[in-house]
């Protein structure tokens, strides 16, 4: 790679997951400078200075946000449009990804297992009450509402009893108008690093516990509370099954550069695809980093493999 490339860091936005990115793009623009890449530099994007990212006619952008506005295929497209190189999948990848509802309609039409959900709207003409009524006539306790366009867990809960269901919904509803309402899968949580545009590299299999009813927000970045397991400790046919799997769902919802694929394994019906994050979290706690240092691939090695992927899909894409 050329060691001469402006190279340029966006990290921040206006999603709830500010932070996370904000820890993401330092990461990955102090590994930039240690490889040797003088001329990167960190921009913390917000609502007001999306032009300034135009301005500075970068020669690739390393994209370190999460969330709307960021992993949505929202900055992807004007990136698109400008002819800018920059990392991680494209728009529709990243727009459907983003989209929890969408992706699990891909991942059914597909035959690739997913747990079984069901979707409602904010109506002002439907009370909090009627849609409760609603999803536990239509599904079983316990079950898992979310928000379908929110990341690190914002926005998700678990229902156990009918007397949280009105709280669950009003928490989902504060992030948008839509809610997704899954069957609630008890099993081990795998998660699955993939790196590669045409041919694949899938990292580790990792093991995710942790301290609190769920890997939420707080388990996700506090140190002590969330433990990442690597190899993961499952059987060598539900391997094979996640890694199968895992390479499909990559595949057709057309990811590249990298993405990570996250599962949770039923007892009974085996893994299922939870959701796919194109912008995997890049800090010193994150998932990804952790699969490639298992293998030798330290974290500045990694960085400069996704920028390499970038600067190949972008060649790709003007041939």
């Given at each position: 790679m050329d060691k001469n490339l402006n190279i340029l860091v966006v990290c921040g936005g206006i999603s709830s997951e500010r932070e996370v990115s904000l820890r993401s793009g330092q990461a990955i623009h102090s590994a930039l400078l240690r490889k040797g890449y003088a001329n990167a530099e960190l921009y913390d994007l917000k609502r007001d200075n999306m032009n300034?990212?135009?301005?500075?006619?970068?020669d690739i952008v390393f994209l370190g946000l999460h969330g709307r506005g960021g992993e949505d295929g929202t900055i992807q497209g004007m990136l698109e449009f400008a002819g800018i190189p920059y990392t991680g999948p494209g728009v529709s990848a990243s727009a459907v990804c983003m989209d929890k509802i969408l992706t699990k309609r891909i991942l059914v039409s597909e035959g690739l297992p997913t747990p079984h959900?069901?979707?409602?709207?904010?109506?002002?003409?439907?009370?909090i009450a009627v849609i409760a009524q609603e999803l536990l006539s239509e599904m079983s306790l316990p079950m898992v509402?979310?928000?379908?366009?929110?990341?690190?867990?914002?926005?998700?809960?678990?229902v156990r009893d009918a007397s949280q269901m009105?709280?669950?919904?009003?928490?989902?509803?504060?992030?948008?108008?839509?809610?997704?309402?899954?069957?609630?899968?008890?099993g081990v949580e795998i998660t699955m690093p993939i790196l590669g545009n045409e041919e694949l590299t899938v990292l580790p299999l990792i093991e995710i516990s942790y301290e609190r009813e769920f890997?939420?927000?707080?388990?996700?970045?506090?140190?002590?509370?969330?433990?990442?397991i690597i190899p993961a400790c499952i059987d060598k046919t539900t391997e094979r099954n996640i890694l199968d799997i895992g390479q499909r769902a990559y595949k057709v919802l057309g990811c590249c550069g990298l993405s990570r694929v996250d599962f949770i394994v039923d007892r009974f019906k085996g893994p299922m695809v939870i959701e796919v994050n194109t912008l995997p979290g890049m800090t010193d706690m994150s998932l990804f980093p952790d699969a490639a240092r298992y293998i030798g691939l330290s974290y500045d090695?990694?960085?400069?493999?996704?920028?390499?992927?970038?600067?190949c899909t972008h060649r790709m894409l003007n041939n």
């Open positions: 300034g990212i135009l301005k500075k006619h970068p959900f069901t979707v409602k709207h904010k109506n002002a003409q439907q009370s509402l979310k928000s379908p366009c929110q990341g690190s867990s914002f926005g998700t809960n678990i009105e709280a669950a919904i009003e928490d989902v509803f504060h992030y948008g108008d839509d809610l997704l309402a899954e069957d609630f899968v008890d890997n939420d927000y707080t388990a996700k970045y506090t140190s002590g509370m969330h433990q990442h090695d990694l960085v400069e493999k996704i920028l390499e992927l970038g600067m």
